[in-house]
Nanobody, 129 residues
Framework: VQLQASGGGLVQAGGSLRLSCAAS????????IAWFRQAPGMKREGVSW???????YYTDSVKGRFTVSRDNGKNTAYLQMNSLKPEDTAVYYC????????????????????????WGKGTLVTVSS
């Protein structure tokens, strides 16, 4: 298993969760790490990105509430989710793509999902109202 996502659960609206994405067999700082989510009956959508250069990018609906980061020593990426809303309910996936060092997270965000090298199994986040 190259990517292992964890940290999902049930939380009330306004609460917080932190998702983790642990990588094996490659270094997270050599890759762009993205978080996607898929709500029931909906297409999978990109939520946040952190590129190999350390820049970050967020979809509009989570800006100011979610923070993506990584810990190179633990070879793990994180998604801190605050002020959660019921519409954030979804299965969350992390994915990794090998990118050049100079590419920004905003540039990575427009690359199709089919180009990602690794995907973790999803972790369910449920936000109750």
């Amino acid at each position: 298993v190259q990517l292992q996502a964890s940290g999902g659960g049930l939380v009330q609206a306004g609460g917080s969760l932190r998702l983790s994405c642990a990588a094996s067999k490659f270094r997270v700082d050599d890759y762009a790490i993205a978080w996607f989510r898929q709500a029931p009956g909906m297409k999978r959508e990109g939520v946040s990105w952190i590129s190999s250069d350390g820049t970050t990018y967020y979809t509009d609906s989570v800006k100011g509430r979610f923070t993506v980061s990584r810990d190179n020593g633990k070879n793990t990426a994180y998604l801190q989710m605050n002020s959660l809303k019921p519409e954030d309910t979804a299965v969350y996936y992390c994915a990794a793509m090998r990118v050049p060092n100079h590419i920004t997270a905003q540039a990575v965000a427009v690359i199709p999902m089919t180009e990602y090298d690794y995907w973790g199994k999803g972790t369910l986040v449920t936000v109750s109202s």
